[in-house]
């Protein structure tokens, strides 16, 4: 289910990603494959979900987020994913 604020993000976006047909002179022209496979890989992206983000902004302002617990566990991951 989208909200309002996330369908008019969108369509902000794609309105945004416009690829003119004539670049100015001074721009170097985008590679439209590559423009065009990035804006079917964020079509594909989960919609915000604008309260989660809300909530976790309320969470960092009250320091609430960040435990040594989640922080410990952020960097065992992080080293995992490097293999150290």
Known sequence: MK???GELMKQDLQAEAHVPE???PFVEPPDVAETLRLLE?????????FEKVQRM???????????PERVNGTVRRLMEELGL
Not at 41 to 49: A, W
Not at 57 to 67: Q, V
């Open 3 to 5: 909200n309002d604020d």
């Open 22 to 24: 004539t670049p100015p």
């Open 41 to 49: 890989k964020v079509s594909r992206m989960p919609d915000i979900r």
């Open 57 to 67: 902004r309320e969470l960092i302002a009250e320091g609430k987020l960040e435990t």
